[in-house]
């Protein structure tokens, strides 16, 4: 069972920062915190992953609280071709790196 | 460089019959996993390979096996399908060091239908 807790969904307005948040409660030690997403049709695309510190790159920056209990993905500039299905994962190490997903949150960027 | 590549893109097979899906990795990545994602669900983990070997397993049966080639190229075989198999079955590699693990690539998926 997928470990994390998103909103089924969210709008947001074009050229607008998306703020998607995302509860992990039980997250142990050495987990860390993915997002991917999924546009309609198409294979998940990885976005950005951290362990404690907020982390950015050219997608998103994503900000995760102190006590690493639940953390946001923020999009700065939200265009329509960032309407998609979000996914928030925590993954452990070790040799078996599998994704656990849960139902994700559905972004609609509205004109 | 190019990504992952699965194929087919679409496939329809009659319940009872057996089904072979095949990924091309992204080059240069040595591990291989595939995933399972019915309608409005989220993808669930099938297995991972990891030069050649299954090296974890999610809550499948046995009739989903697979197979990974000295090219990193692999394939999801499903025996006796049921309607339920029916789904978006997708392709993921990565680098794995054995000390750090690279994100996952995916590809975009084969839409299998069993009727």
């Known amino acids: 069972d997928a470990k994390t807790t998103q909103p089924p969904s969210m709008d947001c307005a074009e050229g607008r920062a998306a703020n998607l948040p995302c509860n992990h409660s039980?997250?142990?030690?050495?987990?860390?915190v993915y997002w991917y997403r999924q546009i309609h049709s198409q294979g998940p695309q990885y976005i950005i992953h951290g362990l404690k510190n907020n982390e950015t790159n050219e997608m998103a920056s994503l900000i995760i609280t102190e006590d690493r209990k639940s953390s946001t993905l923020i999009l700065p500039h939200a265009t329509l071709r960032d309407t998609a299905v979000y996914y928030c994962?925590?993954?452990?190490?070790?040799?078996?790196?599998?994704?656990?997903f849960g139902k994700g949150t559905l972004l609609t960027v509205n004109p | 460089e190019t990504g992952v590549t699965q194929s087919p893109t679409h496939l329809i097979k009659t319940r009872g019959q057996q089904v072979t899906l095949r990924c091309s990795s992204q080059s240069g990545h040595n591990t291989v996993s595939w995933y399972q994602q019915a309608l409005g669900q989220g993808p669930q983990f099938i297995f991972q390979?990891?030069?050649?070997?299954?090296?974890g397993r999610g809550n499948f049966p046995p009739r989903f096996s697979g197979l990974q080639f000295p090219n990193y190229s692999s394939e999801l075989n499903v025996n006796a399908l049921e309607l339920d198999d029916s789904a978006l079955y997708l392709c993921?590699?990565?680098?794995?060091?054995?000390?750090?693990?690279?994100?996952?690539?995916f590809g975009s998926g084969t839409r299998l239908t069993v009727v």
């Open positions: 993921a590699s990565s680098f794995w060091t054995g000390d750090r693990f690279y994100g996952y690539t």
């Open positions: 039980t997250i142990s030690g050495n987990e860390y």
């Open positions: 994962i925590l993954r452990s190490g070790g040799s078996n790196y599998k994704l656990t």
């Open positions: 390979y990891y030069r050649e070997e299954e090296n």
